[in-house]
C-alpha cells in the first residue's frame, strides 16, 4: 500500500475515532443517546462510565499510536500513550463484559458484545506482553488487532446508520451489527497483515 494511501487511511482512521469519542462524552454527559440503552447504563452506572469513559479516551488516542512519524519523532509519548491506552481498554472492557450480558440484541447481540470484550481485553494483554519481551513484530500486530476492535464501536454506529437508511427496524439490525461492527475489522486487519508482512513473528 502506498504511503499517501496508508496516510490517508490513518487519518480517516483517526478523525472518525474522535467523532465516536466526542459521541461517547455526550453518552456519559446525556447530551445524546437512545432513552434505552440509557436505563440500562442507569442499573449499572459504575460499569457504564467505565465503559464509556475507557471506550472513549481509547479512541481518542489509539489511532496516533499507529503513526511511524509519531512513534519515531517521540518513542517516550509512544511509550506513555501505549500504556495508557493499555490501562483503558482494560477498563472499558471490563465495564463491557458487564454491560454486555443486558445489551439489546437478544442472546445473538449480547453474545456478541460479550465475546468482543473477551477478545478485547485478551489482545490488549497479548500486545502488552509481547512489548514486555520486546517482541515488536507480535506487538504490532496485537495492537492492529486490538485497535481494529476498539474501532468497532465506529463501524457499529455507521452500519446501524446504513441500516437505518435502508428501512430495517433498529432490533433487526442490532443483533446484525453487534458482530458487523468487529468481525469484519478483524479479518481486515489479518488480511492486510499477510498482505505486507507485518506480525509475521507474531504468535
Ligand atoms: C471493543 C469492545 C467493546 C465492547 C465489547 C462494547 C460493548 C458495549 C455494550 C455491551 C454496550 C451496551 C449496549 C446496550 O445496552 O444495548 C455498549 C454501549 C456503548 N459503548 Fe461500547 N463496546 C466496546 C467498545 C466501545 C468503545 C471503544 C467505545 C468508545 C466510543 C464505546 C462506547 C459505547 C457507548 C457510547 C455506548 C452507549 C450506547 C450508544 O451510544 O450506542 N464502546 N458497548
Not at 483517526?14 to 454527559?29: C, E, N, P, Y
Not at 434505552?36 to 462510565?49: L, S, T, Y
Not at 520486546?134 to 500486530?141: G, K, P
Not at 454506529?157 to 428501512?167: H, S, T
Amino acid at each position: 500500500m502506498s504511503r499517501s494511501i496508508s496516510a490517508g487511511l490513518l487519518g480517516l482512521v483517526i478523525v472518525t475515532s474522535i467523532l465516536i469519542a466526542i459521541h461517547a462524552m455526550g453518552f456519559q454527559f446525556r447530551v445524546s443517546g437512545d432513552p434505552q440503552i440509557h436505563a440500562r447504563f442507569d442499573a449499572m452506572p459504575v460499569a457504564g462510565a467505565m465503559h464509556v469513559i475507557g471506550g472513549g479516551l481509547v479512541l481518542l488516542i489509539g489511532g496516533f499510536q499507529f503513526s511511524s512519524r509519531l512513534r519515531r519523532r517521540a518513542p517516550s509519548l509512544h511509550r506513555n500513550l501505549g500504556r495508557v491506552y493499555l490501562l483503558l481498554v482494560a477498563t472499558g472492557g471490563i465495564g463491557a463484559l458487564a454491560l454486555a450480558p443486558f445489551a439489546g440484541g437478544g442472546l445473538v447481540g449480547q453474545f456478541g458484545f460479550f465475546l468482543l470484550g473477551v477478545l478485547w481485553l485478551f489482545s490488549g494483554l497479548q500486545a502488552y506482553l509481547a512489548i514486555r519481551r520486546r517482541d515488536i513484530e507480535a506487538h504490532r500486530a496485537w495492537m492492529l488487532r486490538n485497535f481494529s476492535m476498539s474501532f468497532g464501536a465506529v463501524t457499529l454506529r455507521i452500519y446501524l446508520g446504513l441500516f437505518a437508511v435502508a428501512g430495517v427496524p433498529f432490533e433487526d439490525a442490532y443483533p446484525v451489527v453487534a458482530w458487523l461492527a468487529w468481525v469484519p475489522n478483524l479479518i481486515a486487519v489479518e488480511w492486510f497483515m499477510a498482505l505486507t508482512g507485518q506480525g509475521r513473528k507474531s504468535t
